[in-house]
């Protein structure tokens, strides 16, 4: 079974740009969470999507949105870059809503400028 | 404020060495997570506790849940040089994972 794949791997984008990251989820698995990580704050929960629809959302801005297509791959979206914006960002897939066992994906390194 | 709090947050530990991580939560939940990464790669799930004394081991680590002290463990025997990378806690808080902020555990001959 393949896991949860990410795209793309690196990403350098400028101040002011916007950016959309992809996720596809393990096949079957219906439920995508975005976490972000940074050296200064840690593993930080983004949202979590299942069926189509966001279900829990963390502490961000709404810079950062997300959405999640009918075959359960996931986009997030952020405008308006920030030098703070710098991370990995990671994808996690679940076979169940909240937090079930979650499967990362290999992330996405984006890196403002 | 749902937390959880890891220590130690660096661990450097001679191989053949036993040493044990804790994992304190805010909680009341009944889950907890721990995970594995390397440098620059994502996160490895390495054990999930569902219940209250819950134990896990799978080769030179053994994780344990109590769920009244919020409290979890991730105990390390006879260390080798393979299980250096930073380990995570992650708390299940209704429908989201909190995570500690990580033991960056290096171990050397």
């Known amino acids: 079974k393949a896991g949860v794949t990410q795209t793309p791997r690196y990403l350098i984008k400028t101040r002011g740009q916007q950016v959309t990251l992809s996720c596809s989820p393990i096949s079957g698995h219906r439920s995508v969470s975005w976490y972000q990580q940074t050296p200064g704050q840690g593993l930080q929960f983004l949202f979590e999507y299942f069926s189509e629809t966001q279900r829990n959302k963390g502490n961000f801005p709404g810079r950062f949105s997300g959405r999640q297509f009918s075959n359960s791959r996931s986009e997030m979206n952020v405008s308006t870059l920030e030098l703070g914006d710098s991370a990995l960002y990671l994808c996690?897939?679940?076979?169940?809503?909240?937090?079930?066992?979650?499967?990362f994906g290999p992330g996405t390194r984006l890196t403002v400028t | 404020e749902l937390k959880v709090e890891q220590n130690p947050l660096f661990l450097s530990m001679q191989e053949g060495k036993n040493y044990t991580i804790y994992c304190n939560y805010s909680t009341t939940s009944d889950r907890l997570y721990w995970y594995r990464q390397d440098p620059g790669k994502s996160l490895e799930s390495l054990f999930v506790?569902?219940?209250?004394?819950a134990v896990k081991q799978e080769g030179r680590l053994m994780a344990s849940l109590d769920t009244k002290a919020r409290l979890s463990t991730l105990h390390i025997t006879a260390a080798v040089h393979d299980l250096s990378a930073t380990y995570f806690c992650a708390d299940r808080a209704i429908d989201k994972l909190i995570f500690g902020t990580g033991t960056r555990l290096q171990v050397f001959p």
């Open positions: 506790l569902l219940s209250n004394g």
């Open positions: 996690a897939s679940s076979l169940i809503q909240g937090a079930g066992e979650q499967y």
